[in-house]
């Protein structure tokens, strides 16, 4: 492996530190954990494409927060592009939040 070559879970790492800064307005958790982030996906040009959804159709940031993600995600060094496309398919329930998640809002 040439120096040159990015090791992509170093990456994915890298990426997943920047969608933990990012925090649904409603709920005092980050989309991460949230389980809002549905596949992250790096080719070999380093151009970021990340499947994610909103905990509702009519979430009050459906317009700002995928912006949020993908400038996020674009201010990391190696990323030549970040691109989010939203789903609602499978739509999001609480089952997709992380244990952790679950436990800070009180759900476990």
């Known amino acids: 492996m040439s120096e ?3 090791d992509t879970a170093e990456l994915g790492e890298k990426i997943v530190l920047v969608l ?3 925090y649904d307005p409603e709920i005092p958790v980050d989309i991460y954990e949230l389980g809002l982030i549905y596949d992250v996906l790096v080719n070999e040009d380093y151009e970021v494409k990340i499947l994610m959804t909103l905990t509702s159709p009519n979430c009050p940031v459906a317009e700002s927060l995928p912006a949020e993600v993908e400038e996020k995600v674009k201010s990391i060094d ?3 592009d970040a691109e989010v496309e939203i789903t609602f398919d499978p739509p999001w329930t609480q089952d997709l939040m992380s244990e952790e998640a679950k436990l800070e809002l009180g759900l476990l």
């Open 4 to 6: 040159e070559t990015l």
């Open 20 to 22: 933990k800064t990012i």
């Open 78 to 80: 190696e990323i030549k």
